[in-house]
């Protein structure tokens, strides 16, 4: 059986979301299972009649019945964000959201204390912000990467004099670096996390080849490729691996390396919220996303036009795929263009993660580089398939799985192979 | 990417849980519990509702139910409405530092614990308050409850900045379906609160001592014994006026409180809470806008003046 693993190739904001509820919409999904980022994804899904969630840490495949979620170890768990999205998704008619989710228990917690000193951080830096969304998902990663054995997991909630100890030890350890945080005492988180801990399947690593034996499982990627801790431009960048990198060594650990189907998602405009370079952005594109308004953290969303040679950079960093997904289509217009080259390069190279320096050097260069544009092809996909030089398999020309149209065998829906 | 659209509040988690367990949240009245919970015991006890500097200017609020058996499922759904409340009245900005207080009032003639007051929260702990209200299964069949204890503890007992600093009057909701018994025994006065008095005190008296500090609702909800009962709503209605509301729906019942506090604090009108129900998506706007209609006619608010509300007093802002 082949699993799917859905993958940005832009800034983040590509469609992610929507490709995955297409892909549970029409073949049987077991689990939708996540290995990056945090509770600041935003993948949105909009049915045909009108509903619409915004998936942060359930899987974009939960408005199906019975597709389940799990959230690997690489994911930073947010227990707080986590009821909240359960209780709006019962709201629109999902009410066993939660009963559908397991979490390693190895995963890192994101607590207020994380989130508190995350916006310390962003807003000591003032106009130099990274553009970070707030929720302390890098900040937990940074706790975890230097106190590997003090770090609050998931785990840890089935403990409270554990956790308590560990909250206690975070808190006083960014206190003592950032000074007062503004976050609710110890004493008072423990309920949520252990109220979380009573309510939610918390399993053991080997959970997941379990999974990927009972049936398909799509590994729902969160952010950009642009934005790779490593391949991204630094220091624009989130603390996550954004590749398929995790979703491989998942795979492997279960015994089942070479997996998965890849698929790349770019969306028509090429997009960016926060700050960093756009080298496209045109702020004359008439266009507005209903579903990323300004906010105080990331400012105004960025539109920039086909930025071909940003995402042949992301295809290279990301070791390639086996079909891209290209979205908004719909979207497209007279004054869209594409850019093939910059005025300084025609091609990026990916270094070895790692090398900080190069990819601030990267970034230096792509702030000082001007587009090249061409005029807008009379056939998008095929542009995209030949700068990318890999095959469009699925195009999108609106927000809902009925808008989704599939190109080859390589995703067709079953039934349709089994006819072919 | 996104923003963090939801909400990581601690508080709020720990409930939305407890919720979603599907235990009950009246777990102190359930595991058995027959007397008043230490913390509602308002015995000897004064309520305040404090400024601070995370909440310069409180707006004190009073919710007191009536638990006993004629209100029926009543007090269990208005248990799980409840919490939203403060949500409600701080997104809307519809109250300056919300601070609530939720109470229980039962039958001194014949319960076991006929008045229960929980202390005014600023944050979710009010639903641990909520959480210790024990229910009375019973009720006298004379048509008639303690609301009367409940008002003399509130005009006697509490005591708030909102009046002592500002002299502005907090608001009281009691929802309820019965009437109040003539007087304020001192006999029961005595027992239940602790306040030696010489004579009773008589019900009129009562009110005119607890309207002066507290703007006071009377709401008689749908689904209750009582319900539409003129007698009932003819009674409150002379004792409060037009503040004596009837609720259809008790689903509404937050939406009609936060709208009524609004109206109050001249922060909306009437239709501009409407449009803001419906811009939530509520399905409450008719039941609300029924039961407000008394109220919101000529009450136009000439200003606006509240600030979006902060839940913060440092630098750091809360998404």
Redesign the interface.
């Known amino acids: 059986m082949r699993h799917v693993a859905v993958v940005d190739l832009g800034y983040g904001d590509a469609g992610k979301g929507t490709v995955v509820d297409w892909l549970c919409a029409t073949r049987p999904v077991h689990t939708v299972v996540r290995f990056n980022g945090g509770a600041q994804a935003a993948h949105n899904v909009v049915l045909r009649d009108g509903r619409h969630h915004t998936f942060a840490q359930f899987g974009a495949g939960t408005f199906h019945p019975g597709v389940r979620t799990h959230l690997s170890r690489h994911v930073v768990v947010d227990p707080l964000a986590l009821a909240a999205e359960a209780d709006h998704l019962a709201t629109v008619g999902v009410p066993d959201a939660l009963d559908r989710l397991t979490v390693d228990g190895e995963a890192l917690l994101a607590t207020p204390y994380h989130r508190a000193a995350n916006r310390a951080r962003e807003i000591a830096r003032g106009a130099d912000r990274h553009g970070s969304c707030g929720l302390g998902v890098g900040e937990a990663v940074a706790y975890g990467l230097a106190h590997p054995d003090d770090a609050p997991r998931v785990v840890d909630c089935h403990s409270p004099a554990l956790l308590r100890r560990r909250l206690t030890a975070l808190r006083d350890r960014l206190t003592a670096e950032l000074g007062p945080l503004d976050a609710p005492p110890v004493e008072d988180c423990l309920p949520a996390f252990t109220g979380f801990a009573g309510r939610v399947a918390i399993v053991e690593r080997s959970w997941l080849a379990g999974a990927l034996r009972a049936g398909t499982c799509v590994f729902e990627g969160a952010q950009g490729v642009l934005l790779d801790e490593w391949h991204g431009f630094h220091p624009y960048t989130t603390w996550s691996t954004t590749t398929f990198a995790n979703a491989d060594s998942l795979l492997a650990e279960a015994g089942l390396p070479d997996g998965a189907t890849r698929i790349g998602v770019l969306r028509l405009v090429t997009t960016r919220h926060g700050a960093g370079p756009l080298v496209t952005e045109d702020p004359d594109l008439p266009l507005a996303d209903p579903h990323n308004p300004t906010n105080p953290w990331q400012g105004r969303f960025r539109f920039g036009h086909f930025d071909a040679v940003a995402h042949r950079y992301a295809l290279a960093a990301a070791g390639g795929v086996d079909g891209l997904a290209l979205t908004h289509l719909d979207l497209t217009g007279p004054g869209l263009r594409i850019c093939r080259r910059y005025d300084t390069t025609d091609r990026l190279t990916p270094g070895p993660p790692g090398d900080l320096d190069r990819q601030a050097a990267l970034t230096a260069r792509l702030l000082r580089s001007r587009p090249l544009y061409d005029d807008p092809p009379p056939d998008w996909a095929e542009a995209v398939c030949a700068e990318l030089n890999t095959p469009v398999v699925l195009t999108s020309h609106g927000p809902t799985a009925s808008d989704k149209t599939p190109h080859g065998p390589l995703l067709a829906p079953p039934a349709l192979v089994r006819s072919a | ?14 409930d ?3 919720r ?2 599907g235990r009950s949240a009246f777990s102190y009245s359930d595991s058995g519990a027959r007397t008043v919970h230490p913390t509602l015991d308002p015995r000897d006890a004064t309520r305040e509702s404090r400024d601070s500097d995370e909440h310069p200017r409180s707006t004190p609020i009073a919710v007191l139910f009536d638990v006993t058996g004629s209100m029926r499922k009543v007090p269990r759904v208005l248990q799980t409405k409840l919490p939203q409340l403060l949500g409600l009245l701080q997104r809307q900005g519809y109250a300056s530092d919300p601070q609530i207080m939720f109470g229980a009032i039962g039958d001194a003639t014949c319960d076991r614990v006929p008045l229960q007051v929980g202390q005014f929260e600023s944050d979710n702990r009010m639903d641990d308050d909520l959480g210790r209200i024990v229910l009375e299964g019973g009720g006298g069949g004379q048509m008639s409850e303690s609301y009367e204890l409940a008002m003399y503890f509130m005009a006697r007992h509490t005591v708030t900045d909102s009046w002592e600093k500002r002299g502005r009057r907090g608001y009281l909701f009691i929802i309820g379906d019965e009437l109040a018994y003539p007087q304020a025994k001192a006999r029961e006065v005595a027992g239940l609160i602790g306040d030696d008095l010489t004579e009773d005190v008589p019900l009129r008296q009562v009110v005119d001592e607890v309207t002066r500090r507290w703007d006071t609702y009377y709401l008689l909800p749908a689904g209750s014994h009582y319900a539409g009962n003129a007698k009932v709503l003819d009674f409150w209605r002379d004792l409060l006026g037009q503040n004596a509301v009837v609720l259809d729906d008790l689903d509404a019942v937050c939406e009609t409180i936060a709208l009524t506090i609004g109206l109050g604090e001249q922060a909306i009108d009437l239709d501009e809470g409407l449009r803001h129900l419906d811009r939530t998506g509520s399905g409450t706007t008719g039941t609300v806008s029924k039961a407000l209609a008394r109220l919101g006619r000529g009450r136009r608010a000439e200003v606006s003046t509240l600030p979006a509300f902060r839940d ?1 007093g ?6």
């Open positions: 990417m996104g923003s963090g659209i939801w909400s990581t509040d601690v508080y709020d988690a720990a939305r849980y407890r979603s367990t913060t440092g630098e750091v802002t809360r998404l």
